[in-house]
């Protein structure tokens, strides 16, 4: 209000000063033409100095007449907006408050005191200014004030603006009641549909295993399991095949099935319910997408990585984030191969009618990630096509392996480089990533946007970042190793495929170090695969020869053995303080050692390989050490998983596993 009487003042004294400047104009033509006249006739000069005399003494009269005028319509006006803004500020329809920012209330209107008559609150405005003095420290400058704020509750809009007033400031402040605004915002939020896919793992399974006289009761339970627990939220669910549920739920409904844990998980696994047999459901839940078709297909790419983390859980997809439920049981393994076979000739199909073929793996790749590799690389060989394995960075638990590689001729030249393999890869290549389906994990990434024929092959439990645009994706949560998904493919190809003795052997020594010599993830299907690459002449000597640590490691590993600590009576934590560029393969050998020990029912060995931070948890089954590390970052297997962190030293990431392994047992 003061800044538009101020302009209105300065525009009337503008109008002013160009009505003096006009006068003086005419007054000094007025005087030219007298002088002129004067100059013709002399006896003009007396009567011309009276008549100037009198006309300068009007103008200055008139202008002096004006000025008071004008001084008395600028009072007038003045005074008029003065009481009009007072009158705005005092009968404002918005509870409004002017102070200083030491504290100091200057002015509050009838609005503002009817508003908070029986509220405190000072401490409010107090918390305000400490705000807005705070941001005045960090910036120095006039700033608008736009803020949220709930008193009593009641959600507040603020408005205002401060300005300068010798030490301290002034700050204006508006408050507009925004809680009906807020309210119906949170209705519509809290009525968002949340589309998901139901689906039940082992119906095949089951099925096949029980009495056609027992199928229709046992099926009739399961679904009344699922219709009970949807109907329990509000929730409404279609059956849409004989083992897929399509469900919907509203968010509000859908916060109160996950502080539950998503419970329908372990009722469908009830003994009580199902006395023969135990049904496990995965469950994939979305909100992403404009339409409740494109919420479905998010649900739908979401269902693919509940499926790829072995099932038995649930995983809510909410603005680009996931969130997981259950999956703390072990993966059931499959009895039918019909998907191996198909993947098989899939498989054989691309190699076929690619160009030519590059295989890779993860970071520091292990035995079983260029066992797989060899595997690959065979079949495509027996194809006719050229075929490449791209690595470089290898583990010194590879050293013997690598080695073995060389003594070969028909290997010269097959493990090459980054720099060759990217220029050796074109639109044509075939590239098969093994042992890892997480687009951060593969060691050579840049290969992965060279071509868009790309098929990933692996058994580790899906994360979030897994490689999206794969032509064709084997992934197997159940299997030991991805050697032995590699073995089944191999097994099943329409081609002759002959593995020599090293072929064989380094399948072969990849099931045996995921498995810890066929102790941990052992399936039927392992020892099958096992036997069949035990046919093709593998030397079990030679193989353990490539598992035999030096005396130097050794000695590393008691160390790290003899300073483990327990948490919670049976967990152990171990630290491997060394520099050591190879840190990944000895924490995980100390490990697998600390489960050897009795009542330890976890471990987990942390080291600092590089600027990471790298973490190894083995478990004999009870705990779900995947679930765990997951949250560092990391993935992997209930009893098998690993971790890298970054940003953090040894012991904050200690401390931050125990604390996420407290959660874990708080939420079991």
Not at 369 to 383: D, P
Not at 496 to 517: P, R
Not at 585 to 607: M, P, Q, R
């Amino acid at each position: 209000m003061r800044q538009n009487e101020g302009v209105t003042v300065y525009h009337n004294k503008k109008i002013f000063e160009k009505i003096i400047s006009k006068t003086k104009v005419y007054l000094a033509i007025i005087a030219i033409l007298m002088i002129i006249i004067c100059a013709y006739h002399i006896g003009y000069l007396i009567p011309s100095i009276i008549i100037y005399a009198l006309i300068v003494g009007y103008a200055y009269w008139t202008n002096n007449k004006g000025k008071e005028e004008l001084t008395e319509h600028i009072k007038n006006l003045t005074f008029s907006l003065d009481k009009v803004a007072k009158i705005a500020l005092v009968n404002s329809p918005f509870p409004l408050v002017i102070a200083e920012t030491n504290g100091n209330l200057i002015f509050r209107n009838t609005k503002f005191n009817e508003e908070f008559a029986n509220i405190d609150i000072n401490n409010y405005l107090n918390e305000i200014l400490k705000d807005v003095k705070a941001e005045i420290k960090n910036n120095d400058k006039k700033e608008k004030i736009v803020d949220e704020v709930e008193i009593d509750k009641k959600i507040y809009k603020i408005y205002g603006e401060y300005t300068p007033l010798k030490d301290e400031y002034v700050i204006t402040i508006y408050f507009m009641d925004n809680t009906k605004l807020v309210n119906l915002e949170k209705k519509v939020e809290e009525a968002d549909n949340y589309i998901g896919i139901i689906m039940i793992d082992n119906y095949d399974e089951v099925i096949q295993r029980i009495q056609d006289e027992e199928k229709p009761q046992m099926i009739a339970k399961i679904e009344k399991s699922i219709y009970d627990w949807a109907s329990e939220f509000n929730g409404l669910v279609l059956k849409s095949d004989r083992d897929t549920f399509v469900c919907i739920f509203e968010k509000k409904d859908l916060k109160q099935i996950e502080e539950k844990k998503f419970e329908i998980l372990d009722t469908v696994k009830d003994e009580k319910l199902f006395e023969k047999m135990q049904f496990t459901l995965s469950i994939a839940i979305s909100n992403e997408g404009k339409t409740n078709y494109e919420k479905y297909k998010s649900a739908g790419a979401t269902l693919d990585i509940v499926l790829g983390r072995g099932g038995d859980q649930a995983v809510v997809r909410e603005n680009e984030k996931y969130y997981f439920f259950g999956g703390r049981t072990q993966e059931l393994e499959k009895r039918t191969k019909v998907k191996a076979r198909i993947v098989s000739h899939a498989l054989e199909e691309l190699i076929t009618n690619a160009k030519d073929v590059i295989i890779t793996g993860h970071n520091n790749p292990d035995i079983d990630c260029m066992g797989s590799a060899i595997g690959i690389y065979k079949l495509a060989k027996t194809l006719g096509k050229e075929a490449f394995i791209a690595s470089e960075n290898y583990s010194n638990g590879l050293e013997d392996f690598m080695e073995s590689i060389s003594e070969y001729e028909e290997y010269n030249g097959v493990v090459i480089g980054k720099n060759e393999a990217i220029s050796r890869i074109s639109d044509e290549t075939l590239l098969v990533v093994v042992d890892t389906h997480k687009q951060t994990y593969v060691e050579m990434s840049e290969l992965l946007n060279k071509t868009q024929k790309i098929v990933v092959i692996d058994h580790h439990r899906r994360s979030t970042d897994y490689i999206e645009n794969a032509t064709l994706t084997f992934q197997e949560v159940y299997a030991s190793s991805t050697a032995e998904l590699v073995t089944e493919i191999i097994e099943y190809t329409e081609a002759n495929v002959e593995l020599t003795e090293f072929e064989a052997e380094a399948l072969y020594a990849g099931i045996m170090m995921d498995t810890k010599a066929f102790t941990f993830k052992t399936g039927v299907r392992t020892f099958e695969a096992a036997a069949y690459l035990r046919k093709c002449g593998v030397d079990i000597i030679k193989v353990k020869k490539w598992f035999q640590s030096d005396l130097k490691t050794y000695h590393k590993i008691s160390t790290i053995v003899g300073n483990a600590e327990t948490v919670h009576d049976s967990i152990a934590i171990s630290i491997y303080s060394e520099e050591d560029k190879n840190a990944n393969v000895v924490c995980a050998k100390a490990a697998d050692e600390l489960l050897t020990i009795n009542n330890i029912t976890a471990s987990f060995v942390i080291g600092k390989l590089g600027e990471k931070v790298c973490i190894s948890g083995r478990s004999i089954g009870d705990i779900n050490v995947q679930v765990i590390l997951e949250k560092l970052g990391g993935g992997g297997h209930i009893t098998l998983a690993g971790a890298q962190v970054e940003g953090m030293n040894v012991e904050e990431v200690k401390q931050e596993l125990i604390k996420h392994i407290d959660n874990y047992l708080m939420s079991c």
